[in-house]
């Protein structure tokens, strides 16, 4: 396994296996919903990866199983390269899993106002391991509350609970998106936002629109590369060197 990680895809041999075209399937939908973190213009990003592995005959949950399997192996290949991979739930059909930049998610989350709003809603002062932590067991209830077939942290005690576990919304400040925005999201219930581009725009719509251009140009850029031949550990690699 690993194959994947310097292959230029798409790629005949790799994808002939289960193993391979999992492989194939997680990298790409690593590129698709991680560049702009490869980029370092935000900081994490939550997403599903739902495997496929079209043209062979595998139960369900034999393909879950392997897909499983695919995630650990990246989630520990990639911490070398300041890239961490955390799995928030697994239901019967996708895995969902929050994937960000250690340092970076860091300098966002030590910020005195992030940090004090974050406090206010439960979390620790100027924590930030803790706190990725903390945000990773909001998750995995809210998941495991809505049918997740499995979290990865314990549930005992969590049928005493008489009411689920809501989204947790203040996720935004982990995402980087702008503090003013994310308050006003969660007191408004998302309603009445000037414009929707990679989040719900209340305040500074100028300045919001010029950074998803460059979210969406750095994207642009990556995807093509890794469309035309170039493998995720080169452009992962070339990312990294940019961001230390």
């Not at 609970?161 to 998106?177: N, R, T, V």
């Not at 994310?182 to 408004?188: H, Q, R, Y």
Request: proline share 4%.
């Amino acid at each position: 396994m690993g194959t994947g990680f310097e292959a230029s895809l798409p790629n005949n041999e790799l994808e002939s296996t289960l193993e391979g075209k999992l492989e194939a399937e997680f990298i790409g939908c690593l590129m698709r919903q991680t560049a702009t973190i490869m980029a370092g213009k935000k900081p994490s990003a939550i997403f599903n990866f739902i495997p496929k592995a079209h043209g062979i005959d595998v139960t369900r949950q034999h393909l879950m199983y392997n897909a499983r399997r695919v995630v650990t192996f990246y989630a520990n290949m990639l911490n070398q390269y300041d890239f961490c991979l955390k799995v928030c739930a697994e239901y019967d059909d996708r895995i969902c899993i929050f994937a960000y930049r250690p340092k970076l998610l860091k300098s966002v989350l030590t910020r005195f106002c992030v940090a004090e709003f974050l406090c206010q809603h439960g979390y620790k002062p100027y924590n930030a391991e803790q706190n990725i932590d903390e945000l990773i067991k909001r998750l995995a209830y809210y998941h495991a509350d809505r049918g997740a077939l499995s979290v990865p942290i314990s549930l005992v005690g969590r049928e005493a609970m008489s009411q689920p576990q809501p989204f947790p919304h203040e996720i935004g400040l982990f995402l980087g998106y702008p503090i003013e925005d994310v308050a006003s999201f969660i007191s408004t219930a998302g309603t009445k936002s000037v414009s929707v581009g990679q989040w719900k725009v209340y305040h500074n719509n100028d300045r919001a629109q010029k950074q998803f251009e460059v979210m969406k140009r750095w994207e642009d850029e990556l995807l093509t590369r890794f469309n035309t031949g170039s493998s995720f550990k080169e452009l992962l690699t070339m990312s990294y060197k940019q961001a230390v």
